[in-house]
C-alpha cells in the first residue's frame, strides 16, 4: 500500500537537530498508521528505540509486518488519548511524534466509509471493533438540530441547518457514503458549489469522522498527558484542520507562558512546494513543535 509520511523531511530534521546529539532516543510514534514515520526514524536514528501505537488495530497489524526486522521497534494497540496510562508503562520517552491525519490505509479502503470519492457504507469509525456508533446510524437517529450542530462544530459547515434538514427529509436512511454525497450534491446550489474550491461533501465527513472517533476529546486528553511530562521532550504535532491546529496553538502559548518548556516553531511549517506537487494530501498540513524543558 503506497504511503507518504508528510512533512517528513521536517520532523527527521527537528528531532536531529533538537536531541542534544543524545544516543538511544526513546521515541514515541504516537499515530502509527502505516508506519511511514517509525522507518524513516529507525533508519535516520539506528541507536533509537521507536514505539508505535494506534487505536486502528488494522494499521498495527500491517506495520507489525512492514517492521519487522527492526529490532528496536516495538507496537501496541492504544489510542493517544490514553498517553497517561501507556507512559506508565515505559521507560520516558525522548520524542513524541503525532500526524493527526486519517491514514491511507482507512481512506482506500471502502468498507471503512472515510472517502466521499469511494463508495462504502457509512462507518467511519477508526476503532471498528470499538463500542462508538457508526455515521450511518448517527444521519439516522440524530435529529435535525443536533446533525446541523455536529456539522458546523467539525466541520465548519456554513450550509449545516440546511443538510441536515434534507439529511432528515430524505424518504430512506443513508447507507452509503455515495448516497450522502449525492444529497449534499443535490442539496447545495451549483453556484456555490463551483465556489467552494473544494468537494461539497468534505467538511461533513470530516465533521462526522471527528464526532464519531471523538478526535477533539481525544486530542484534548492527549495535550493533558503532555503537559504532566518531567523531562526533557520534544513534541511534535502534523495537523490538518483549523480546529486541532487552534487547540495545540493555544497549549503550546499556554504553556510556553507557564515556563513549561519553549515553542519552536513561531509559525508553523508548512509542506515545500516540492511536496505539494508530489502529495497533494499535504496541501492542508501544519506542523507545531515544543520542546519540554524540566526543571
Not at 526533557?232 to 497549549?251: P, T
Not at 507557564?258 to 494530501?281: A, F, M, Q
Not at 499535504?282 to 520542546?291: D, Q, V, W, Y
Request: glycine residues 4%.
Amino acid at each position: 500500500m503506497h504511503h507518504e509520511p508528510v512533512m517528513l523531511n521536517e520532523v527527521i530534521e527537528l528531532i536531529r537537530t533538537n536531541s542534544n546529539n543524545k544516543s538511544n532516543l526513546r521515541i514515541l510514534d504516537g499515530t502509527l498508521g502505516l508506519g511511514g514515520y517509525s522507518e524513516a526514524i529507525l533508519k535516520n536514528f539506528p541507536d533509537s528505540h521507536v514505539l508505535g501505537i494506534d487505536r486502528d488495530e488494522s494499521a498495527i497489524n500491517f506495520s507489525r509486518e512492514r517492521l519487522k526486522d527492526f529490532n528496536n521497534f516495538e507496537s501496541l494497540h492504544a489510542n493517544f488519548g490514553n498517553l497517561d496510562e501507556i507512559i506508565k508503562k515505559f521507560p520516558a520517552f525522548d520524542i513524541f511524534v503525532f500526524d493527526l491525519g486519517v491514514s491511507n490505509m482507512q481512506i482506500t479502503s471502502p468498507e471503512r466509509g472515510f472517502s466521499f470519492n469511494i463508495d462504502g457504507p457509512l462507518d467511519m469509525r477508526m476503532n471498528p471493533d470499538g463500542d462508538s456508533l457508526t455515521a450511518r446510524e448517527i444521519l439516522r437517529d440524530f435529529d435535525s438540530k443536533t446533525l446541523a450542530k455536529i456539522f458546523w462544530d467539525y466541520g465548519e459547515e456554513r450550509f449545516s441547518r440546511q443538510i441536515a434538514s434534507a439529511i432528515k427529509r430524505a424518504k430512506t436512511p443513508l447507507n452509503t457514503t455515495s448516497e450522502l454525497v449525492n444529497l449534499i450534491r443535490s442539496t447545495l446550489p451549483q453556484p456555490i458549489q463551483r465556489k467552494m474550491g473544494t468537494h461539497p461533501a468534505r467538511r461533513v465527513f470530516q465533521a462526522l469522522r471527528i464526532y464519531i472517533n471523538n478526535e477533539s476529546g481525544e486530542l484534548e486528553n492527549l495535550l493533558k498527558s503532555l503537559h504532566e511530562i518531567n523531562n526533557n521532550a520534544l513534541i511534535i504535532f502534523v495537523s490538518y484542520h483549523s480546529l486541532e491546529d487552534r487547540l495545540i496553538k493555544k497549549n503550546f502559548r499556554q504553556w510556553q507562558l507557564e515556563n513549561y518548556g519553549k515553542i519552536l516553531t513561531r509559525h508553523p511549517l508548512t509542506p515545500s512546494e516540492n511536496e505539494l506537487e508530489s502529495n497533494y494530501k499535504s496541501r492542508s498540513a501544519k506542523l507545531r513543535a515544543f520542546c519540554i524543558i524540566s526543571n
